[in-house]
């Protein structure tokens, strides 16, 4: 285990200083939770049998953080920026094609 | 420009309810709580005759009426509520996030013990509970002085360096529902200095569109708190701006306190809000006698002005402060403030503190003159002593 190692992107991010930030915690642009890669969060990472999937995606519709993009009529690869590994996908998947697996098989 | 306006006899919650109707703001959303239910009871009489344009949102609890104002506060609008006691307990959590958010929004407090056991009367519990939520808090003495600093309230919550929400508080029953002859001023005048509200940021301007009450955890919740500690900082010039305006309307001062006869004051006695009025009348008295007693009355509790208090307690021989709550297991919330603030001077008088009047004891002339004849002795001590409180059944 080195889960010691990750996260890493938020701690790369300068912060500002009270002086410099809007008051009241506003945030004053659009669509900054796009900087919130919550994907640093993931103890579990799915992982599809591409083999097995049918296309159906229902993990697509069912995915909390809309991590998994359909494009084309076509399924695309989990956005692990994002996915906090809940497992949802895993869940609702009819064919069983996705697992999750530990984070740290990924992270060596 | 000063305005003449028309003397009328009102109670304390009339007279703010007035003062509001003249604020004419945009939304008011409150639920009623004794005694500050004819403050909205009166203005919504205001608002159902077509007097005001205000928005009034009928709630289903404190909890609801704060949460509304801070929506309307931060959607751009002047918004506006009255509480007190279990009301304000229970809107506790967004009294927090009115003043985290940074809504300038004014609220009437009609001060009320904070149960158990269950009491409707005065004291100060329940805004001194929320002393450190990060309100500006103003303490009135009579009804007169809640309608006007309502709108010093108004201008200082919304001025742009301070964006933080006041409590203007009266004495429950005792100020907020006794008949005292008030001042109305010409409603064009006090429209014109309320003016209208000018928001940095709003939820509803498009151009630049804004998220609030998103999460911050250790990265900048922090650095927020630190803001409100600054813009707290920036009250008292801008109080004292808005003090200067407000004053060539009336003609009367709104100092940080009111020093009554404390010139050559030995005895000096420390008090908010309605206990003052009978202080004075006992300094009048003791004044007649040859005794040199004095009154600092409080007016901004919070931020506090430590400096000028320090200042003006420098020559008293005894001070004597009378909190009208406790702090259990503490010293008493103003006698704590005052202590606080002689800690830098080299000669420092004598203090003690006297707890009165919780639960709507009265106060009454000879417990003032006990306090004064203490001070005038030099009977000065750490012990917690109480006015008008029974040590042994009579």
Not at chain 2, 110 to 117: C, G, L, Q, V
Not at chain 2, 231 to 249: C, D, G, N, T
């Amino acid at each position: 285990m080195k889960a010691e190692k990750f996260p890493t992107e938020k701690q790369t991010v300068k912060k500002q200083g009270w002086k410099d930030i809007p008051e009241g915690g506003i945030i004053t642009r659009a669509a900054s939770a796009k900087m919130n890669k919550t994907g640093s969060w993931r103890a579990f990472r799915p992982v599809i049998d591409e083999s097995k999937c049918i296309n159906c995606a229902m993990c697509v519709l069912n995915c909390p953080d809309n991590a998994i993009p359909f494009r084309d009529g076509k399924r695309g690869p989990v956005n692990l920026d994002y996915c906090k590994g809940c497992g949802i996908c895993a869940s609702v998947c009819p064919v069983k094609c996705i697992k999750m697996e530990e984070e740290t098989k990924f992270r060596k | 420009m000063a305005a003449k306006g028309k003397t009328v006899p009102l109670t304390g919650n009339y007279a703010i309810a007035e003062a509001m109707r003249q604020i004419n703001p945009d939304v008011v959303a409150a639920y009623p709580i004794t005694p500050q239910t004819s403050i909205v009871e009166t203005f919504s009489k205001f608002a159902n005759d077509g007097r005001v344009d205000t928005e009034i949102v009928r709630v289903e609890s404190e909890h609801s009426a704060m949460s509304a104002c801070v929506g309307a506060s931060m959607a751009g609008a002047r918004a506006m509520t009255a509480t007190c006691s279990a009301g304000l307990a229970l809107m506790y959590e967004i009294v927090g996030v009115a003043s985290g958010l940074r809504c300038p929004i004014v609220m009437p407090v009609a001060n009320r013990a904070i149960s158990a056991p269950i009491n409707i009367h005065c004291d100060h519990s329940d805004s001194m509970g929320a002393r450190d939520l990060g309100w500006i808090q103003i303490y009135n003495e009579t009804a007169q002085e809640a309608y006007e600093n309502v709108f010093l309230a108004l201008k200082l919550a919304e001025h742009p360096d301070i964006q933080l929400p006041v409590m203007v508080c009266e004495d429950g029953f005792i100020t907020s529902h006794c008949v005292q002859n008030v001042r109305i001023y010409d409603d064009a005048v006090m429209k014109k200095f309320a003016g209208e509200r000018k928001p940095i940021h709003s939820l509803l301007d498009l151009k630049e569109p804004i998220s609030v009450g998103a999460i911050e955890l250790q990265d900048y919740f922090f650095e927020t708190k630190r803001q409100q500690q600054d813009a707290m900082e920036k009250v008292p010039k801008v109080y004292l701006e808005v003090a200067e305006e407000l004053s060539k309307i009336t003609g009367n001062k709104y100092g940080f306190f009111e020093e009554y006869k404390m010139k050559d004051a030995e005895a000096v006695i420390v008090t908010m809000s309605s206990a003052a009025g009978t202080t004075r009348a006992v300094v009048d008295k003791m004044r007649n006698e040859g005794k040199k007693v004095g009154l600092l009355k409080i007016r901004l509790f919070r931020p506090f002005p430590y400096e000028e208090v320090a200042r003006a307690l420098s020559k008293a021989k005894n001070v004597a402060v009378l909190d009208r709550s406790m702090s259990f297991g503490a010293h008493a919330p103003l006698y704590g403030e005052i202590r606080n603030a002689l800690y830098e001077m080299e000669k420092k008088p004598g203090l003690q503190s006297y707890v009165f009047g919780l639960g709507g004891r009265d106060l009454l002339e000879s417990h003032v003159r006990q306090a004064f004849n203490d001070m005038l002795t030099g009977k000065v001590s750490r012990e917690k002593r109480y006015l008008g409180l029974r040590e042994a059944s009579e």
